[in-house]
């Protein structure tokens, strides 16, 4: 068994050419689709999977280390999940600092001074395309929602609490908090913390490849005919 050298530790872009691409149901967010792909031995295989938009969270951390949450329902899974701030990448947004900044003002009605990359994830890489940004965010002060902005649906009876981040680490190695970004985003604020990495951590303006790779995956998949809709 080859052990990888340091720069080898990295995921690679890779695209094996698509047959076909076919629109089996259309949702609010996701689109369901299906992809004749041809392997490197010349079959051809079906992958069913949802496309997404991707999406940013936030860890936003205040000066007593507490993590600001949400209590969010989601249906899909009939729970009150205790998440980060987070939300879809809208269409035409390019700056995904400026999606986090937007979606810590929308949820929790705060502003961060500083703002750092924890980790970049895929959140189930084997049937959804979604990538999704975490930023660990300091140096909060209280700002009002954004112009336009109207609370409503889940939101509209999410609650907004701190919970200290050590708590929060306990919380989700006992399995009592569940949500993927909470998860990610908690465990990788606390290593960067205890470990004296949060100085090392990425820009909050860094490149973030995974998206490049998905324009231009959308861009094959268009020039075949593939009925997706942009996002």
């Not at 606390?190 to 231009?216: E, F, H, I, S």
């Amino acid at each position: 068994m080859r052990v990888l050298s340091g720069d080898e530790v990295r995921d690679e872009p890779l695209a094996w050419p698509v047959r076909s691409h076919t629109l089996l149901g259309g949702g609010l967010v996701s689109d369901f689709v299906r992809d004749e792909v041809e392997t490197p031995a010349g079959e051809v295989m079906k992958r069913d999977y949802l496309l997404h938009p991707g999406a940013v969270g936030i860890i936003a951390l205040d000066d007593a280390e507490r993590v600001v949450v949400v209590r969010q329902l989601r249906h899909p899974v009939g729970f009150r999940l205790i998440e980060p701030p987070a939300g879809l990448i809208d269409a035409g947004e390019t700056s995904w600092l400026a999606v986090a900044q937007r979606e810590l003002a929308e949820e929790v009605e705060l502003a961060a001074s500083d703002w750092r990359i924890l980790v970049d994830y895929m959140t189930s890489p084997g049937c959804l395309q979604e990538t999704l940004r975490v930023f660990l965010a300091r140096g909060l002060s209280r700002v009002g929602r954004p112009d336009g902005f109207i609370v409503e649906h889940e939101e509209a009876d999410m609650e907004v609490c701190l919970v200290p981040l050590d708590d929060l680490v306990d919380a989700i190695y006992a399995g009592r908090v569940q949500n993927p970004t909470m998860v990610v985003g908690a465990l990788a604020a606390y290593a960067a913390l205890r470990t004296g990495r949060v100085d090392a951590l990425r820009a909050a303006d860094a490149p973030w490849p995974a998206r490049d790779a998905k324009q231009a995956r959308d861009a094959r998949i268009h020039a075949l005919g593939g009925e997706t809709r942009p996002r």
